[in-house]
């Protein structure tokens, strides 16, 4: 029995005995396998640490002294290449760093990476140099106790980011806090106007005309001249913050309880400017508008718009002058807003309509009309040209109505079995905008009119902005074989150089000489002089506004040619003088009563 147990028991043994050796073999290969994957770790950040462009690195060891290093980290901290740093500890290789000039400005940023080194966690960080580098450095911890360091300089990168947090908030052109700048400075001021409970301004400054200026001066000249403008501002309101908004307007905040007339006096040491620019002397004249907080808004948007408002009143009624906001001026925006928006419909919707006025000889035989646009609100019903024909230069649709007139002005006289002449005005932005003479021709050859029958009327502001220009296209026009007229004759600045610089077939006498023709003596001295120098110059003259039978007897006398006006006939839609068009003997006085 003893002798079976004995023999069976032997194998029992081997099997715990194989299973001890597999167990530790199992153990070792484990081991070893951990070993190799802890070197393929730190080989992989190793590789990815040399091979990295533009990056230094140095390898610590379990100890803290450095193993590996590649020259770009002596590169970057100007070290001798070939000097070695084998076998130094973190503080050493600092050392060795300032030894080369290489001072770190603010020494917090050694402490964080001495900690995160203790603490054998990654760390990422960006330390600026004395000599005005950023470096970037991220330390990696490895299995073995060691670490991985990688250095970078990153100046371009941090001053092209400063670069694009400063354009982010500041205006390229004149160095201003932008919009965004200024709005977050309004809340600011809200804020602690409220805690404080004061009151401040906010103001609005535009430049009157830019556009003017940069299509005569060109862009650049316009940039300067908003740079101008900026450096002038801050001599004279130091006291505030600016803002360049945009565009042409600047924006300032005032300080707490910043008196309205101090405010006043200080702004207007800038509304009129002289700037010399590229050899020119550029006029310059500016307008604000003013909100207040609280009586005006309690908010950022509330105050911009409110000063926005106050600015455009000034603009259309005083400009060169500053005005406060008041709250009727915001139902006055709002209807001028909804105008324009109406008007953006009214030719693609028809509501546009032609009238047309007689012109005739002091006899009163009818030579003509000229052509009146009138607009038919589907809503307001008429609205006064003196109301929307400035809105649509304002706005820039007045290019695409004139052009509207003037194809069917043209369209409807080649239809006329009289050949009576038409009058078509256009806007001095026209020629500024549009190639005027090429949009003539045009209209002229899809209608068939003959060039003899059109007359172009403007008026002297065609000439003011670029007057070279502008009688190159005048010429232009002339070769056509259309005849030009200067309008409002009179009113404006250089009219009578005017004359002598382009040959204009017909000069017309501003209606406001001929309405006082009856009241006032100088008047009709005025319009005596204009007509002689117009028989002088070989130059027919036409009066407007002629709405009395006296007036018509001094204009005959004195030798006006030709007469339009009440007296004459008012403008009305073409069907109303349908037997003038047809060749019927046609009086003004009947065209006056078909009026």
């Known amino acids: 029995m003893f002798g079976m147990l004995k023999s069976g028991f032997a194998p029992f043994w081997l099997l715990l005995l194989a299973g001890a050796i597999c167990l530790v073999a199992g153990r070792v290969a484990f081991a070893l396998f951990q070993y190799r994957r802890r070197l393929h770790e730190r080989d992989t950040q190793l590789d990815a640490a040399i091979n990295s462009s533009g990056h230094g690195f140095c390898m610590f060891g379990p100890d803290g002294r450095v193993l590996l290093w590649n020259e770009t980290l002596l590169q970057i901290y100007m070290v001798p290449i070939g000097q070695s740093v084998r076998g130094c500890d ?21 402490a964080e990476m001495r900690g995160a080194i ?3 966690e990654y760390s990422d960080l960006t330390i600026e140099m004395l000599d005005g580098r950023f470096i970037n450095i991220v330390h990696r911890p490895m299995a073995d106790g060691g670490w991985i360091a990688t250095h970078q300089d990153v100046t371009d990168r941090k001053q092209a980011e400063a670069r694009f947090s400063y354009l982010a908030l500041h205006d390229v052109v004149t160095g201003l806090p932008n919009r965004a700048a200024f709005n977050h400075r309004i809340d600011e001021g809200t804020k602690l106007a409220q805690v404080d409970n004061t009151s401040f301004a906010v103001i609005r400054l535009g430049v009157d005309r830019f556009k003017e200026i940069n299509d005569v001066f060109g862009q650049s000249a316009g940039d300067a001249v908003l740079a101008k403008l900026a450096e002038k501002l801050r001599e004279t309101c130091h006291w505030g913050y600016l803002a360049r908004a945009g565009g042409d307007e600047f924006s300032i905040v005032s300080p707490p309880v910043r008196a309205i007339d101090e405010i006043y006096d200080q702004l207007s040491g800038i509304f009129d400017n002289e700037f010399h620019i590229d050899g020119q002397d550029i006029r310059v004249s500016c307008t604000a508008g003013i909100s207040t907080y609280p009586r005006d808004g309690s908010d950022v948007e509330t105050l911009i718009a409110n000063a926005d408002i ?3 009143r000034a603009k259309a009624e005083a400009r060169g002058t500053a005005l406060l906001f008041e709250s009727a001026m915001d139902q006055q925006l709002r209807e001028k807003r909804a105008l324009h928006r109406d008007l953006a419909v009214a030719l693609k919707n028809g509501e546009f309509e032609i009238y047309f006025q007689p012109q005739a000889t002091t006899q009163r035989e009818i030579v003509g009309f000229e052509t009146l646009l009138r607009w038919h609100h589907p809503v307001r019903g008429m609205v006064s040209p003196g109301v929307f024909i400035p809105l649509a230069e304002e706005t820039g649709l007045i290019g695409a109505i004139d052009e509207w007139v003037l194809r069917s002005a043209c369209k409807e006289a080649a239809s006329w079995p009289n050949p009576l002449a038409i009058a078509v005005n256009f806007s001095p932005l026209d020629f500024r905008r549009l190639d005027v003479p090429k949009l003539i021709l045009s209209a002229l050859l899809e209608s068939g009119l003959a060039p003899a029958r059109l007359e172009i ?14 009688i190159s296209m005048l010429r232009r026009i002339k070769n056509l074989g259309v005849r030009v007229a200067m309008d409002d004759f009179g009113t404006g600045y250089s009219s009578l150089s005017y004359l002598l610089a382009f040959p204009f077939d017909k000069i017309k006498i501003d209606q406001t000489f001929i309405a006082k023709l009856d009241s006032r003596a100088d008047s009709a001295v005025v319009v005596e002089a204009i007509v002689s120098l117009s028989h002088t110059l070989k130059l027919p003259v036409i009066a407007e506004g002629v709405e009395t039978e006296g007036q018509l007897a001094f204009l005959s006398r004195c030798g006006c040619d030709e007469v339009q006006g009440y007296l004459i006939g008012r403008p009305q839609p073409i069907g109303h ?3 003038v068009m047809n060749g019927v003997a046609f009086k003004a006085g009947q065209a006056a009563l078909a009026g």
């Open 90 to 110: 973190y503080v050493e290789l600092l050392r060795i760093f300032r030894g080369a000039g290489n001072m770190i400005s603010d020494v917090r940023h050694l």
């Open 118 to 120: 203790a603490r054998r």
């Open 310 to 312: 106050a600015l455009w």
């Open 457 to 470: 009327e403007i008026t002297e502001g065609v000439l003011i902005d670029d007057f070279d220009a502008a």
């Open 577 to 579: 003088y349908r037997d």
